[in-house]
C-alpha cells in the first residue's frame, strides 16, 4: 500500500446552518459545492493544505449521540496553526465552548487547544513549543 494523504474528512451535522456558519465564519474554511444525494446533501470544505472537509446534512434525520473523548472511536481532528493562544481568544469572543484552554504539552514538544464544532466534535489547534 501507499497512502499518499487525507482526502476528506466527514462530519454528521446535527444543526446544518450552524455547522456551515462554524466552519466558514470561524474558522475560515472556504465553501465549496453542495451536492444533493437524495436523502442528504453533502457541502464541501477547502481545508488548508488540500484536504476537503465534507458536512453530511440529513435534514434532521440523523440521530444525535453523546461521544466522550476517552471512548473508543474517533477521538478529535487536529489542525496545525500558528499562536494556539490567539486563536483561543478568537474562538472565545465567537462562543465557541473550549474543553481544553490553552496548554504546553513537553513531552509531545506542543502546545494545544481543544474546542467543540457545532456537532459536539473534539476539534484540536496546535503549535510546536519553541526549542
Known amino acids: 500500500m501507499k497512502i499518499t494523504g487525507v482526502e476528506h474528512i466527514s462530519i454528521n451535522t446535527v444543526d446544518f446552518e450552524k455547522s456551515r456558519d462554524f466552519y466558514a465564519q470561524v474558522l475560515g474554511f472556504r465553501q465549496l459545492q453542495t451536492v444533493d444525494c437524495g436523502e442528504f446533501d453533502i457541502t464541501y470544505f477547502a481545508i488548508p493544505g488540500g484536504t476537503r472537509l465534507e458536512l453530511f446534512d440529513y435534514h434532521g434525520n440523523n440521530p444525535s449521540v453523546d461521544h466522550p473523548e476517552n471512548a473508543s472511536g474517533l477521538r478529535h481532528l487536529a489542525f496545525a496553526v500558528e499562536d494556539v493562544t490567539a486563536h483561543e481568544r478568537l ?25 467543540l464544532d457545532p456537532n459536539g466534535v473534539t476539534l484540536e489547534f496546535c503549535e510546536p513549543l519553541n526549542p
Open 91 to 115: 474562538l472565545r469572543e465567537a462562543g465557541v465552548e473550549i474543553t481544553l484552554p490553552t496548554t504546553d504539552l513537553p513531552n509531545l514538544g506542543v502546545r494545544v487547544l481543544l474546542f
